[in-house]
Structure formats: C-alpha cells, structure tokens
C-alpha cells in the first residue's frame, strides 16, 4: 500500500508516472470518440498530457460545455473505477478524504474491557475503523481510477489546501497510521465553473484545460451524434442559429446541453426547417432568462 | 487553422536544438505580459514538449497552454506569442513560394480609380474564401497579402524596413466585401431563418481574417527584429492591463466582457476579509469583567462583536470623452458587485451633476451604449460641453449631499483635468466631512498629476487619490480599499 512508483520522471514508457489510459493524442481522440465524447484538437491533447505525464487535469468553463462528460468517457473507455467527489459549500475533511468510525471504535472498546490501554490503543486505529471518503477511496485503489472532483469553486478556500498533498504527490496523510501512497496513480480531473478564483498553489499543481463552446463543425457533429434522427440541414441551421445567439451578450449562453435539448425537442416536433412559428414557440429550450428572448426574437426578427 | 496538422511541405517547428531556447523566449515574454510562470511550470512544458515531439504544431500549443495557463484571459496573449516564437515558417510562406504572386511593378499604391489588377484578383479569391469558410485557403490568402501589399521601406536603411498589417489591409479593405458575399450565398441558399444571422458570420470570418493577416506580419517582423522584441511590443496586453485611457472600442468591448468575472473575483475577495473581520479584535473590558469568575484568569476570552452592515457606496464619475470608458467600465463593475453592498448610488458630471442609478440598472442589458444614454438623458452638461470639477463637485455638495452619510464610501473617478477653472476643493471637503471614506481614482499615471490643466494635487490634499490605469488595478484597489 506505501509502495508505488516514484513519480517525477516521465520517460518514455506506458506507465511512466502516469495513468497509460492511452499511446499518443489520436488515440485519444479516437477512443473518446467511441464512448460518444467528440473532443476537439486541444481537449484530446490535454487529455493525454494528463494522463501521461501523471498531473491532475483542471478543466474551467462555462455550464453545460461537458466538463464532467469528460471524466465520465475517460472512466468508461479505461474501463476505470469513477471515484466522485461533489463540491459543496461547507465540504470538510471527514466529508472529501477520511473519518474515523467513533461507533464503532467505542464498541470496539466496550468489548475488550479486560486488554490493557495500549493494546486497544493500537487497536482501535487501525484499517479497520477507517471509514475511506472519495480522496482516499481513489487513492488505495489498486484498479485503474478516475478521480472526479466536481465543482470545485463551490468549495470553500480551505478544502484546497486539503487538497494540495493528493494532487501533488497522490498521497494522503492520516496522523495515526502514516502516509499512505497510491500504488496506482489515479486520473484526476478537477471541474470548474469560475464562480470564484482557485488558489495559484492549486493552479499550479494542475494541467490548465479551458472548455469552451466547441466550433460550429463539432457542435454539428455533436447534435448528429447525440440526436440521430434529425435532418441534416436542420441540424446545419441550428448550429448556426445557436452559435449566433452566444455571441450575443445574454445573461446565460445556450450550452451544448440546451443545443441537444432543443435539437430533440424540434424533432419531437417534427419540424423540417426552422421558421419563425417553430423558433418563437421553443425558443424557452434553449434560453432560460425572460429578458434574453426577448433580445435573441429581436434578433432573428421573429414577429 | 485549427485542427490541421501541418502540412507535409512547411517545417511545423524549428529544430531540437533550439527548443529550449525557444521555450525559455517563449516564458520571459510571456512574464512580460504579467503571467506567472515559474521554473515549474517550465519544466512542465518542456516535458510536455517531450511527450508531444515537435511534429504537430496544433498540437503543440495545446499541450503548452495547458502547462502554461492559468486562465482563459491569458490565452489571446499566448496565441500571439507562441506563433512568434514557435512561427509557422521562415520568409515567404512555401505555399506563396510556389506559386508567387505578381509583385506590383513600382511600390507605390495605385491611386484611387486606377485599375489594380493585384488587388482585385485577390479579393475575388478572398471572397471566395470568405463564403465557403475555407480556412486553409485563407491562411494562404494572408500570406500573399501580406507579401504583395505589406511590405514597406525596402533597401533603405537597416531598421527602417518591415512589413505591416495595416498597411496590407487598407489595401485590401476586406470589410467592402460583406455585401458581395451575402449576395452570393443568399443566391444559392433557401430562405431559412439562420440566414438572418448570415451577416454577422460573415463577419466573424473577416475579422479572424483580419487577426490572420497581422499575424501574418508579425511574424515577419519578428525575423527582422528578433521575437522578442515584437513579442514585449506588438502582442496586445491581457484584458485587465489595457490602459483605460488608451483603449479603442474594440479593446473597451472587450473589457465589459470581463466586468462579470472580475466582479465574482472581488466578491470572493470581500466576502473573505469580510469573513475575517467579524472576528473582531478581543474587547478587553468584557474579557476582563468574565475573568472574575475564574479568579482573574481569563479563560474565555469576549470578542468585540461586529454589526453586520454592508458599507453603501456613491460613486460620482466623470463621464466626459477623455475619461467616459473608464467611468463606464467602474460603474458597471459596482454595479455587478451591487449585492457586496446595502445601496449603490451613481452621480455622472461634466460640468454638472446628475444621478444616473436608474439608467445605470436599465443599462445593464445594454452596456455598450451606456455611456452614450447617460450623456443624452442625464442632466450633466450645462452651458459647453467641458469638463469643470469645480462646479460639478459643488452641484453635487449643494444638492446631493444627502446621499452622503456617516456609512457612506465615496469614490470619485475621473482625471481632475479641470481646463483651468476654479477646482474648488472646499466642495469636495465638505463631500468628505460627512462621508466615512472618500476615494479619488485617477486614469492618469501619476507623473502626469499636476501637469497643464490637471488640478490633481489639489483634490489630493483633501483625500486620498490612487492611480488607477487599468482593471487589474482597478480590482486591487476595490478588494482593498472599500471597507467592509
């Protein structure tokens, strides 16, 4: 368990430090592509990056652009655990890496009442009355792991700093047994939505991926995946429409989500093109906020 | 561009040898730019290098940006700097090589009206290009241009050559092409409703064109010169290190974009010293009183206790023309900030004072002609159309004055350039006596305080003035000065 490879280097071979999820960037792309996640040049780039030289993956972006899509089709084409850790405001260390059972440690007490102190000392923290939170869990893992940390901006400023030995050595330290090391480097990858800045010790630690609305040939490729049945033309249309309503300055951009959702929806319409009537009655799809309609229909001069 | 691996033909990258030198050139102007970069993270993206090889140059600047960056407004800075220093090539692109392009006979521009045979053909396949959104053909169409039309001061004395974007582009005017691609394509396609954001597609591509083509030259140059150089001068700074007072409009839209993430930024910051303020200093008197029932030993220490009651602020900006895009730029970012605080109140002058926080919270869906609706619907010009602080500070002290109480932080922005009149700081000393703080703002670097019409000092003996030049600092001053 206290084993594992050392790290630094990141010679040549399939497992040097890193992960050895893939041999070189086309074969990422290719093999993200099987799962269903189409990955532009510079995803499937930082991706294998990631996975090679063994360093946590940071991806920063707006909501809906599939940031933790991502960490899913990674687990999946690896054939890898997917350990989740979901942020939240208040998150602490017996939530994010390990506790110790107190029920059962007073059970265990309760029932040697005759042994002396030192041996339930030695007892009562062991392996046995850990109970292992997501960090933790990622790290003893011997099988291939993801390690999703989810949202991480939503977590206060000091759950970063719990984070840094886990993402700089993959170790965790637990004062009663000692450090314990990943025998098996797990893939990490941290989201983000920006909703505050991360630390630069956490920056630094980390491989820096910006997922951005993808271009309008990949988003088209996307909806043509995703939503089999619609016509192609449509499809065409639909990107261009959505593509031009993100650069306007609205309140909330259309994600790719709400590109798909509204692709669905118009073919559960079975709309064949897109005409003012289709557009102003599904336009609530793909926009959430009242004063953006309003300014998306002026427009595309809906009626 | 994007995507392609590099063709066969053009050498995707210089040889191993200088790489390292390449990559440290590369980091150094990417420091000068304000991005931290350390060792670290160099070693990173050498070893990124390393597993990569040097074949993809897409690639290439993927893997470098994500050892590199820390976030996504530094990226447009690196983009400009890695293609000077990792170029796409050496002299004329291969591609123009072969096939080159007739160079004009004499080097002067044909004057208007005379037919230019050059240009036009260009245009024709630029056109083309343009509507079928072929993006290798017009990375070859900027390399022409650039090599036909860019090139300026041949054979004279080393130094005064070069090549220039501008130049090149003037020539072409791209921006004339709009109308005749529109034609083209609504003539083949069907009515369909994404036709009507056609337009502003088109113009997408020209502007990227655009960015192309200044690429272009400056990669050029950067042979001449050395990257280096290029790189500290003619890559455009990050979004929140452009001078206020020096951005055009493009760089002023550009700015907006940011005020949302910045406000976020500020809001952590705030929240965090606001978080540690209600700490409270440890109020001895109670502490003491409490340590009589432990025999004077104070074990449980009292706190001074904090009403929890968010400061209000006034701003009161400046919105005349030499200085409207930085009160622009700061009353939208309070306003974005506006729930870090219990009232917001905006006062907009020229030579008078009126309230504007109404037209402040509309603007919010339009923020690029907010400056313009202020000047036209607010009452603050009287007779001419200067700037007076004098006057504008006592309208405000004789008739606003309510807005002002012992909660209040006041900031004032603008750059005190009073076109010689009365600065009147006895207003701005009665504004300050009832307010809690007063800032001033000032866009100008202060070694320019003082100098021909500028009443700075004046105003600065009163209260406290802090230059402010562009929105990094603009963000440092919030987070720190504004009370919490």
Redesign the interface.
Known sequence: MTSGSSGANSGGGANGGGTGFFTSVADTAERLAATGYLASTAVATTVFLADRLGKPLLVEGPAGVGKTELAKAVAELGAARLVRLQCYEGIDEARALYEWNHAKQLLRITAGRDEGWDQARGDIFGEEFLLTRPLLTAIRGEEPTVLLIDEMDKADVEVEALLLEVLSDFQVTVPELGTITASRRPFVLLTSNATRELSEALRRRCLFLHLDYPDAELERRIVRLKVPGLDDTLAASLVRVVGALRALELRKAPSVAETIDWARTLLALGADTLDDAVVRDTLGVILKHQDDIRKAAQKLTLA | M??TPATPGIPAAPAPADTAARLTGLVRALRGHGL?I?P??TV?AA??L???GLT?R??M???L???L????GQ?PVFDASFDLFFPLGIGTPEAVRNSPPPVPDDPEPPRFGRPDPLRDQLRERLAAALAADDRAAQARLAGEVVEAFGRYGTGGTPGSDGWSAHQALGRLAPETLLARILAALRQQGAD???D??LA??IR?RIRDFRSLVSGEARRRVAELRGAERIAERAVAPTADRIDFLAAGRDQLAELR?TVH?LA??LA?RLA?RRRRAARGRIDLRRTLRRSLGTGGVPLRPAYRLRRPARPELVLLCDVSGSVAGFADFTMLLVRAMSEQFSKVRAFAFVNRTAEVTDLLRRGQ????RLAARILAEAEVMGYHGNSDYGSALGDFADHHLDAVGPRTCVLVLGDARNNHRDPNPEALRRIAARARRVFWLNPEHPGLWGTGDSAAPAYADVVEMHDCRNARRLGELIARLLPV
């Open positions: 994007s995507g931290r350390g670290a993270e990173d070893a990124v390393d597993v990569l993809d897409e690639q600047r993927a893997g940006a994500a050892a960056l820390r976030s996504e990226r369909d409703l994404s009507r954001v502003d597609e997408r974009r993430p976020r930024k952590t965090a869906d339009d923020p690029a």
